[in-house]
């Protein structure tokens, strides 16, 4: 079962929208904040109210903390690719936060977070003078900014298996996204060592819907027959993540199934490919004419001619 690169935005973005969640990940995943924060001092921002064309990039998100008497701003991006040039994009995007949250003529600080759930190794620039040609030369012209790059993959399991929110959850298991089997071990073993609220498990549903079953493959059809029109949202949570484990499962063994008969088939057809080869041989040696060859065994002339020219050498 193959991985698709995947309706990971949306799947996350709901998470992620979760201040419960949104507290963990920057207070205790992240460590970026230098002071405590409440639920009550994190502000969602809608990208689209910052600028209209910012709403295709569904998986970047805007957070408003607040901070003594003012506020700081919190830029997270989800990136499921590498981007060598990431700092370029950051930049425009805190500019753009920045004349929004203008407060007196003065900007607010913006801490650019890429939270990084690619397959591919990379290790980027933190800071942004250290992709400008020659910046050592003119540092009083460079811009100076650096960023928290953080690869889930790189993320100790520990680490979020200790913690009871959601999104830990989630990243335990998008960390092996690219094995299915190893996915299906780890729901199992989140079936017996965690407990959500309602409202998570519908979280979490949603996630599971976006960014694992639809990830491998299974129709928009095969999800919702069997997340939204089952009793699935009426299990409970240890439930939940042991039938998703069985579908994953299945859906492994439907598709081990599906390459066997094509191997089979393949097989066949290869099988029959060499008895013509073995027949049109035949009739060279016996003298037989290339077009009166290519009309018994029905290969084409070309690849007659080059049993002819192998057989002269």
């Not at 069985?246 to 490919?273: A, D, M």
């Amino acid at each position: 079962m193959s991985r698709k690169r995947r309706s990971a935005d949306e799947g996350f973005k709901k998470v992620l929208t979760n201040r419960t969640n949104i507290k963990w990940l920057l207070t205790e995943l992240l460590e970026v904040l230098p002071i405590q924060i409440g639920l009550e001092d994190i502000e969602v921002i809608a990208t689209e109210s910052i600028n209209r064309q910012w709403r295709a990039r569904r998986s970047d998100m805007v957070y408003k903390i607040k901070y003594k008497d003012a506020y700081i701003c919190v830029l997270l991006e989800f990136q499921s690719s590498k981007e060598e040039l990431i700092h370029l994009r950051v930049l425009e995007y805190m500019l753009l936060i920045q004349k929004k949250y203008t407060t007196k003529n003065l900007l607010p600080v913006v801490i650019p977070v890429v939270l990084y759930t690619g397959e591919e190794k990379w290790t980027p620039a933190t800071c942004f003078e250290q992709n400008v040609v020659y910046g050592e030369d003119f540092k009083q012209f460079v811009q100076k900014f650096s960023l928290v790059f953080v690869d889930v993959r790189m993320i100790d399991d520990e680490k979020l298996l200790k913690s009871p929110n959601l999104l830990a959850a989630a990243l335990y298991v998008d960390k092996v996204s690219d094995n299915p089997e190893k996915v299906a071990e780890r729901l199992e073993y989140l079936s017996k060592h965690v407990k959500f609220s309602e409202e998570q498990k519908e979280e979490f549903c949603e996630w599971l819907y976006h960014v694992v079953l639809k990830g491998y493959g299974f129709s928009d059809e095969e999800v919702d027959e069997f997340l939204f029109k089952s009793d699935f949202l009426r299990l409970g949570v240890n439930e939940m993540f042991l039938n998703t484990a069985e579908k994953i499962r299945k859906g492994l063994e439907k598709e081990l199934e599906k390459e066997r008969k094509q191997g089979i088939q393949q097989g066949i057809q290869q099988g029959k490919e060499q008895a013509l080869l073995e027949v049109a041989q035949k009739m060279i040696e016996e003298g037989a004419e290339d077009s009166f060859i290519a009309k018994v065994t029905g290969l084409d002339m070309e690849r007659i001619r080059q049993l002819r020219s192998k057989r002269s050498k």
